[in-house]
């Protein structure tokens, strides 16, 4: 049996772990995931960790922050005054919402913080800054 090669679709199947213990996705009760390596569809440590299996084969690897979603970015993070916020988007704590990255990419930021009439809003990835464990089994290589 042969080894995932740049270009290789792949099937797998995944459960992912903060440093906690807390599960944050898996594949287990779906399809497995389908990407093809070399693409960037999967963040570098999580295609990086399969290069070595075969399929039927299953390792578990943990994922520097820096080689997953990055390190959290200070500049990703902004307090603004409340009456910023559009009428229909809730000012409450943990609400998600699309903006505008300076380039016209859509991005997600999230309310992190409320002070009075301050509230703090995070467009980092909800993963930065954290490292990642996954469970991973090469199912197929199509």
Do not use: C, W
Request: aromatic letters at 6%; proline letters at 6%.
């Amino acid at each position: 049996m042969s080894k995932p090669q740049h270009g290789n679709t792949v099937k797998i199947h995944y459960t992912g772990r903060l440093s906690d213990g807390s599960e944050f996705d898996s594949s287990r009760d779906r399809e497995p995931l389908s990407f093809t390596i070399g693409s960037h569809q999967v963040v570098p440590g999580f295609e990086n960790a399969i290069l070595d299996l075969k399929a039927g084969e299953s390792i578990t690897v943990t994922i520097p922050a820096a080689e997953a979603y990055g390190e959290k970015r200070p500049e990703m993070i902004a307090t603004l005054e409340k009456s910023r916020f559009p009428e229909n988007i809730p000012v409450e704590l943990g609400i998600q919402f699309q903006i505008q990255a300076p380039d016209g990419t859509p991005m997600v930021a999230e309310i992190t913080a409320i002070d009075g009439d301050m509230v703090t809003v995070d467009a980092n990835h909800h993963l930065a800054g954290k490292d990642l464990t996954f469970d991973i089994q090469l199912v197929e290589i199509v």
